[in-house]
């Protein structure tokens, strides 16, 4: 049975009472007193961040149940970071090692000496990015009741974070568009995971069963477990759907709160708007991944914490108030083999 309750950012046994508190939070902050009470009466504080001065020029942290409702709706929406090793940092810069090989077993003769090997390491460096969103809004929102509001501004706010996010990880040229960032579809070119479908396969209504067979070999064993598909909603109709309309291999649920919840040939479907999502040709581009992102990706973020900042004096001709949304975080694709080595994930490229 669907859960159809108004509030969906916010989970657990007491989420409408979480999205009460933030959308209260929220109104304290552009000047309603009696939210401001309601605040302070139940412990909620309005704690600066770090720095800050005042709330026009500066920020507000966010209280707990705000930032879990956004890392909520991010990890349900958010194709890659769904998939991603997630990593909290305490600076802006942070370095952390990555196994490139590892020791040798040798047999040797009795009394023989034993040939050394040695751990091969070397190191991942991030430079966390500022993420932010201003958001313009008309004064009657903040009339909307507490629970309503909260549970509105955290899942725009999640659903545009986990947008970009999902945009950088898989499409990202790291160019300043994307603030650096390469994505999958950017690293993966020319190597031996990017997989060519067959001659005249640039769309998903072309897509057989062989291509499906390739993309999945051009994978590392090691990876096969904890992979998974990554594809938009026009891949999952015209392609699995398609395909297992004949061959079976896809099974599906609703889950609680509503979303579909895939399986193809036993691995789960993860859908993002951000890759392909037309029934045009695309010769030449990834039209969809396959395997295990968290040994290909790092998506590493300062502590998961949000900074808001409300304004009403900038908008204020208008009766409108604009609402400012910060992260810190930076995607790092840093595993996806070369030209002759199979990495953990793969991508299914057009042909002309």
């Not at 396969?201 to 598909?229: K, Q, R, Y």
Request: glycine share 10%; with cysteine.
């Amino acid at each position: 049975m669907l859960n159809r309750s108004r509030v969906r950012a916010f989970t657990g046994t007491e989420a409408e009472l979480k999205a009460e508190r933030v959308g209260h939070w929220f109104k304290a902050l552009v000047g309603q007193e009696a939210s401001r009470v309601w605040c302070v009466k139940r412990g909620i504080g309005l704690t600066k961040a770090t720095n800050e001065s005042s709330n026009v020029t500066g920020g507000f942290l966010a209280p707990l149940d705000f930032d879990a409702a956004i890392i909520n709706v991010r990890e349900t929406v958010g194709a890659f970071r769904q998939g991603a090793e997630v990593r909290p940092s305490r600076s802006d810069g942070q370095v952390r090692p990555r196994r490139t090989g590892g020791l040798t077993a040798n047999f040797v003769s009795e009394g023989a000496s034993i040939p050394e090997s040695s751990f091969q390491l070397d190191a991942i460096g991030s430079n966390q990015k500022k993420l932010a969103i201003l958001a313009r809004a008309s004064t009657e929102l903040f009339e909307d009741s507490a629970p309503d509001l909260g549970e509105f501004l955290a899942s725009e706010i999640g659903y545009a974070f986990a947008a970009k996010e999902d945009d950088c990880g898989f499409n990202g040229d790291g160019t300043s568009t994307f603030c650096g960032i390469s994505g999958l579809a950017t690293r993966l070119a020319g190597l031996k995971s990017s997989i060519a479908a067959a001659s005249g396969h640039n769309t998903f209504l072309t897509l057989d069963n062989t291509d499906i067979a390739n993309v999945m070999a051009g994978v590392l064993a090691t990876a096969i477990p904890g992979a998974a598909w990554f594809t938009s909603a026009t891949g999952y109709g015209q392609t699995i759907c398609r395909l297992c309309a004949v061959s079976g291999g896809l099974t599906t649920a609703i889950r609680p709160d509503g979303t579909l919840a895939a399986n193809y040939l036993g691995f789960p479907v993860i859908f993002s708007g951000k890759l392909p999502d037309v029934s045009t040709s695309l010769a030449g581009s990834a039209m969809l991944f396959f395997g295990n992102l968290a040994q290909a990706a790092v998506l590493v973020e300062r502590q998961q914490q949000t900074i808001i900042a409300v304004s009403r004096e900038r908008a204020l001709d208008a009766d409108q108030i604009l609402i400012r949304g910060v992260q810190r975080e930076d995607i790092i694709n840093h595993t996806v083999g070369d030209a002759s080595t199979r990495g953990p994930i793969a991508m299914l490229v057009g042909t002309s």
